[in-house]
């Protein structure tokens, strides 16, 4: 199965884009080893003219707008009082310019609904323990179903890859039933331990192991005489890297972004994470007439999508070959 | 996992009473939610949903996919960096910023409608939400399925398609006829795990919800009603109910997309 994915093919790729190619198909740009992109068959081959490419440029140019223009809103927004929120154009600055008093606030306890800053830190806390312990489980368990074969093997993996199909807000209810019972409702680990759950990270590290770890240079290792765990630390970890990079990105945008979970689960603003303590704001503000929470809806908004964006921005390298989203889908 | 699952079903079985404490009642949980308007509503109003958005979406990522696979467009890299940005906001903040953006009294998008001569659009009136929800879900998601299929595009080998272009193939056929089927089993996948968070549609109707009360009722979606059937009206056990069924309708659904995918010899 997984030999046969190609899943494969971006790793391998990867390791002969630094063999020469022929002159004839390269693009005329500085190629980026991290980017497939610089392997395309040039447009004229295609029989496509250059106004084609203004044309499509331009329509990316119009699909860009569109999906900057509510991070351009929640920026300049950012900056306003409550007032003008409401009343002046939604796409240009207006004075007084309150950034700064409004990113303050951030650091109280407004109206005794919670302190942003605390549900920084709780979002910051699950995402590292969850997002963590998702990749060290991942790490472990995709190494173990890829390099050894075990009694009921087989069925395990299946059973992981079940799991995928059960709908997480169908498991989510009776999860909080299940906590309500051994008193997990209001525990941090209530939030940690399932997210430390993915069978999506399982099925990538077992792919990717497949790939990237030789089996014969885990059976040479092993005529040496190392032991088993000697062998996952020293060589097969280092070789795993860039797929755990990948894994562990996903599952803490996963947590950073959970929302149904928490909102179920907590029911004291002092363990809330960002999602659920801004969705609670914002139903403050439009209907117990908090109005002054508006402004802190918006702020909290961009302060919390900057830490995951900059992520993305310093960890492209990871997604944007599509290593191991590329595997999901093939 | 299977032990939560477990006990909803051993939940469901239950009812609560003020007085009396819980007693066992069979299937009557799960009669009142196969016969509840509200539930199968919410359902219906899902399904409408993802037949329109999933499609509509992964078009857009189709399209763009193989805008950057030819690199026929200046700046792919830079595109494809700014399309994927929406999947590092939360949907909870997403859905904020678009109830600004679209808020019927003084939201931006009002002014732009009369801009173009469509004047007093409420993008919230009961006809126009599903449509603001699709686009909003399309916004998050479609830079993530462009990435996907953008790599599975890569991984198309390059002397097919120059095989194709030597026996001069247009390039609409190349993509149509070559490309499309050799990305096919993306394309499934990529129906599957949608349809999946399709249906269990609820983080963006409840942040809608709070800015337009009026707008979305308490079972507009089926995972709005176990909610508020749980946590609004304290009912677990019939909420345990209708999150089996809930999951039983997604699991038919997605794996009978599954099922699709084997038949057509692709499976592994």
């Known amino acids: 199965m997984s030999t046969k994915t190609a899943a494969g093919q971006p ?19 500085r190629s ?40 351009a809103w929640i920026v300049i927004n950012s900056t306003k009082t409550q007032a003008n929120i409401f009343e002046t154009f939604g796409f240009w600055f207006a004075r007084p310019f309150s950034l700064f008093h409004n990113f303050a606030l951030l650091g109280q306890n407004i109206d005794g609904y919670g302190t942003y800053a605390v549900w920084l830190g709780n979002t910051a806390l699950y ?57 997990l409702i209001n525990s941090i680990w209530g939030m940690i331990l399932p997210s430390m759950v993915t069978p999506v990270g399982v099925y990538l590290m077992r792919v990717y192991t497949e790939v990237s770890v030789p089996r014969e240079l885990i059976d040479a290792a092993r005529l040496d005489g ?20 990948t894994v562990l990105l996903l599952s803490i945008v996963g947590v950073w972004n959970n929302y149904f979970l928490p909102l179920i689960i907590f029911s004291q603003n002092r363990l809330y994470p960002l999602t659920v303590g801004l969705g609670l704001w914002a139903e403050r503000a439009q209907n117990s007439g908090n109005t002054e929470l508006f402004p802190l809806v918006v702020i909290g908004g961009l302060v919390t999508i900057i830490p995951l964006i900059a992520l993305f921005l310093i960890l492209q390298r990871y997604w944007r070959s599509g290593l191991l989203l590329g595997s999901i889908a093939n | 996992m299977i032990a939560p699952l477990g006990y909803a079903i051993y939940t469901s079985l239950y009812t609560s009473r003020i007085i009396g404490g819980t007693v066992f009642t069979g299937a009557g949980n799960y009669t ?53 940005i929406p999947f590092a906001v939360p949907a909870v903040v997403g859905a904020i910023m678009w109830s600004f953006l679209l808020e019927p009294q003084f939201g931006p998008f009002v002014h732009f409608a009369s801009a173009v001569g469509a004047h007093n659009v409420n993008y919230f009136s009961p006809s126009l939400m599903l449509p603001s929800i699709i686009v909003i879900v399309i916004w998050e998601w479609t830079g993530y399925n462009m990435i996907i299929l953008y790599t599975a595009l890569k991984s198309v080998p390059r002397d097919v398609v120059e095989a194709a272009i ?37 983080t963006e109707p409840l942040i809608l919800s709070y800015f337009q009360p009026n707008a979305i ?22 909420a345990a109910a209708a999150a089996v069924v809930l999951g039983l309708v997604i699991v038919v659904i997605s794996v009978s997309s599954l099922v699709f995918r084997r038949r057509g010899g692709e499976l592994g």
């Open chain 2, 217 to 238: 009722s308490l079972n507009y979606t089926p995972t709005l009603y176990i909610y508020n059937t749980a946590i609004g009206g304290a009912q677990y056990n019939l």
């Open chain 1, 32 to 71: 980026r080893p991290d980017d497939p992109g610089s392997d395309v068959i040039p447009i004229e081959m295609y029989g496509l003219k250059r106004g084609t490419t203004t044309v499509l440029t331009l329509v990316c140019v119009l699909f860009a707008i569109f999906t900057l223009t509510p991070i």
């Open chain 2, 166 to 202: 030597l026996d001069d193939t247009p390039l609409w056929k190349i993509i149509l006829r070559v490309k499309l089927p050799m990305v096919r089993p993306a394309i499934v996948l990529l129906i599957f795990l949608n349809t999946i968070g399709a249906l269990q549609l609820f």
């Open chain 2, 32 to 84: 009142e939610t196969l016969q509840s308007g509200e539930f199968w509503n919410g359902v219906e109003r899902v399904i409408i949903y993802a037949v329109i958005q999933i499609p509509v979406m992964l078009a857009i990522a189709f399209f763009f996919a193989t805008i950057f696979d030819l690199g026929v467009a200046k700046w792919g890299t830079l595109f494809r960096t700014i399309f994927f």
């Open chain 1, 226 to 245: 190392a032991g088993e765990l000697r062998i996952f630390f020293r060589l097969a970890l280092p070789l795993m890297v860039p797929g755990l990079m």
């Open chain 1, 127 to 183: 995402a590292v323990l969850g997002g963590g312990g998702a990749t060290v489980l991942s790490a472990f368990a995709g190494y173990g179903f890829a390099r050894f074969r075990f009694r009921g093997s087989r069925i395990l993996f299946y059973l992981v890859i079940a799991a995928l199909l059960v709908p997480i807000t169908a498991i989510t209810l009776p999860l909080y039933l299940t906590y309500a019972k051994v008193h």
């Open chain 1, 11 to 29: 790793a391998q790729a990867d390791t002969t884009q630094a063999a020469p190619k022929s002159g004839r198909w390269r693009r005329r740009r």
